[in-house]
């Protein structure tokens, strides 16, 4: 991979990044907000909206017959939140046109179609149709019956509002479950205003491409209605106490079987080689088939149905997410909480240690396997740290891990949440696990 190329064109960053390893190409329009959760449904809610109601493709027969014209462009649009703030991307992927013979229009129309379906949404009496908000609000709806009716993502909702709940200025749920009613056609609306006008805009291009003529196709097509803003993006700061005295809750459902989340903070930062640390020691713990709780408490000690950790290194959290039978949760609890302290004293094998680190090597070469996850991470590292995601940088900090540095960083994991979802009977509504 070539260094991303930054450029400047009418106000707007341009990032090019040029690689001949994949066959296609794929625009990123990105606007970054500074409302934090103001207008979280809104955007939301946005990125289905204009990517499905286009004035100029009125029905789905028409968009879809253009885009067959396209070579079958993929177009889709995402909220997501990036340090503190709210990212609105928009992104269309087609075939690379440079091995197409006789194709010369295909990028410049690409990105004609994606200006069009951020500046010309379908608009009645100068507003959008209560029919998109209507059907925005019954979806987001339904989707919440149905996690509500999955018991796994219901319990892990559940968790992650226990851990969120001394913490809910850093809590991005997209959408906010709780006010999507209160969405109206004006405060939509507004979000789409500001989106345009108050926003950081970027553009990002990857693929096999010529700089100078995407430059022109840009100066071509650039609407006057951007005005993009400067901003200064903020990495999450989670409040870190050694000392924070854990939240404990339980619910109880006619269930089968108890599901429990435990959730602890780190103090490690975002995209430090303690970060890579991290990682490793995410694998020993419960990362994969061969980590400590799975081989432990699963195969040897028969405990639970399934146990995992997962590390999201922008919330400084690692959760450890289990199923066991009813009344076993305290004793799977306890053996978490060994096995953790087991790994604090470098009790794991080089073998292990080494499995773990090459996993998370493998993890970071599969980045570039993909076009889009690969313009994600550059995407998020621009905003974040203002430089390139550089894939072997990334590789060298896993590479140089120690078992001294794993032992260091599972030191600094702080319980704060521990949440259990069991069977509803009376004698156990008034259980005390500590």
């Not at 070539?2 to 090019?16: A, C, H, Q, R, V």
């Not at 028969?302 to 290194?313: C, E, G, M």
């Amino acid at each position: 991979m070539e260094l991303p190329i930054k450029k400047t064109i009418n106000g707007i960053d341009i990032y090019y990044i040029q690689s001949d390893k994949y066959k296609t190409v794929t625009w990123s329009l990105l606007f970054l907000h500074d409302d934090q959760k103001k207008y979280i449904n809104e955007y939301y809610f946005l990125s289905n909206i204009l990517v499905d109601d286009m004035k100029k493709y009125p029905t789905n027969e028409k968009k879809y017959r253009y885009l067959s014209s396209l070579y079958g462009l993929e177009a889709f649009a995402s909220a997501k939140n990036v340090g503190n703030h709210i990212a609105s991307q928009f992104v269309v992927t087609y075939p690379n046109e440079v091995y197409i013979d006789g194709e010369e229009d295909l990028s410049e129309n690409a990105f004609k179609f994606l200006i069009e379906m951020v500046t010309n949404p379908k608009l009645r009496l100068g507003n959008f149709t209560k029919k998109a908000l209507k059907n925005n609000i019954d979806e987001a709806n339904q989707l919440f019956k149905l996690l509500k009716s999955v018991k796994d993502m219901y319990a892990y909702y559940n968790y992650s509002n226990e851990f969120y709940s001394d913490k809910q200025h850093l809590q991005f749920d997209f959408p906010m479950i709780e006010t999507i009613n209160d969405v109206t056609l004006e405060s939509l609306f507004e979000a789409y205003k500001n989106i345009l006008t108050k926003s950081k805009i970027q553009i990002f291009v990857t693929g096999n491409i010529d700089e100078s003529k995407f430059d022109d196709i840009i100066i071509k097509n650039l609407p006057d209605v951007f005005v993009s803003n400067d901003l200064m993006i903020t990495s999450k700061s989670f409040p870190y106490d050694k000392n924070y005295q854990p939240k404990i809750k339980t619910e109880v459902a006619h269930v089968s079987q108890a599901r429990v989340f435990i959730g602890f903070l780190t103090d490690v930062l975002f995209f430090t080689d303690e970060h890579s640390a991290v990682s490793v020691f995410n694998d020993i713990f419960g990362g994969f088939d061969q980590s400590l709780l799975f081989t432990k408490i699963r195969e040897e000690d028969n405990l639970v149905y399934y146990i995992d950790s997962n590390y999201a290194p922008e919330e400084h959290m690692i959760t450890v997410g289990l199923s066991c039978e009813i009344g076993k949760e305290h004793e799977v609890i306890e053996k978490v909480k060994s096995i953790l302290e087991d790994i604090k004293q470098g009790q794991f094998t080089d073998e292990l240690f080494t499995q773990a680190k090459d996993a998370c090597v493998n993890a970071i070469y599969s980045i570039n396997d993909s076009q889009t996850t690969y313009l994600l991470q550059q995407i998020k590292t621009y905003q974040l740290f203002n430089r390139h995601y550089d894939v072997l940088q990334r590789v060298n900090s896993y590479k140089t891990v120690t078992k001294e540095m794993v032992k260091k960083v599972a030191n600094t994991l702080v319980l704060d949440t521990i949440y259990i979802n069991t069977l509803g009977d009376n004698e156990w509504k008034n259980i005390m696990l500590y």
